[in-house]
């Protein structure tokens, strides 16, 4: 089945270690998210890739970046993790931006210590 | 700017009970719709979605339908069972303006279901 995969599905690091979140996609599709959603509340736009245009969010902090370096693949670099970034990471993909139907993986959650 | 209210939750249900999560938006232009829902520990599954007017979304048993008259898109589902238990989550992607690639989310709505 065609599907948005993301490993590892938990992640505990510690406070200032970098940690990387990956996602891979078999759908083909052209854009790539990356979503933060902490306890009990909606998921928070991060940034998204149009192919291998990188559109960062306003309010997105200059600690988390992010690599395509191909249509499958998305990283989620956290160079210097706080314990505020405890969080579900949430990629999600579609095939064109516009009001297309976004589908999303299973998360990671990251504990930091 | 857009923006999507739906209910407050926690909401607690009896097994085969009606089910009613309200939910209405703020958008420019002609908004898509969607409800997401997403089981404990896992990601958003797309439940169903409406793309205009009058379009009624409906998927395992729950319904919506887009009204642009009222800017609501309700779910509603006749019979609940346990393995209905999840958080819902209302959502608009509009189709003007630069930000026309975002979902904007509902805060969520818990949903509970006893045997």
């Known amino acids: 089945d065609a599907m948005v995969i993301q490993n590892p599905r938990y992640q505990v690091t510690q406070f200032g270690k970098p940690v990387t979140l990956s996602c891979s996609q078999t759908?083909?599709?052209?854009?790539m998210y990356w979503y933060q959603q902490k306890s009990s509340q909606a998921p928070k736009l991060l940034f998204h890739?149009?192919?291998?245009?990188?559109?960062n969010e306003a309010d997105t902090p200059d600690n988390f970046q992010s690599r395509r370096p191909n249509t499958s693949f998305c990283f989620l670099d956290i160079r210097s993790p706080g314990l505020g970034d405890a969080a579900m990471y949430l990629c999600?993909?579609?095939?064109?931006?516009?009001?297309?139907?976004?589908?999303f993986g299973p998360g990671t959650r990251l504990l930091v210590l | 700017g857009n923006s999507v209210t739906q209910m407050e939750g926690p909401v607690t249900l009896s097994e085969e009970a009606f089910l009613t999560i309200n939910c209405t938006y703020t958008?420019?232009?002609?908004?898509?719709l969607f409800w997401y829902v997403q089981y404990p520990g896992e990601g958003l599954q797309l439940l169903l979605k409406?793309?205009?007017?009058?379009d009624k979304g409906s998927n395992k048993g729950f319904e919506a339908t887009y009204r642009k008259e009222t800017t609501s898109f309700h779910l509603e589902k006749g019979s609940v069972q346990v393995s209905d238990s999840a958080v819902y989550f209302c959502?608009?992607?509009?189709?003007?303006?630069?930000?026309?690639?975002?979902?904007?989310f509902g805060k969520g709505t818990l949903l509970t279901v006893n045997p």
């Open positions: 759908l083909n599709h052209n854009v």
């Open positions: 959502a608009l992607s509009s189709n003007s303006g630069g930000s026309n690639y975002k979902l904007t």
């Open positions: 890739y149009y192919d291998k245009d990188f559109n």
């Open positions: 999600a993909t579609s095939v064109r931006l516009g009001q297309e139907t976004q589908y």
């Open positions: 958008a420019t232009g002609y908004p898509s």
């Open positions: 409406a793309t205009k007017a009058d």
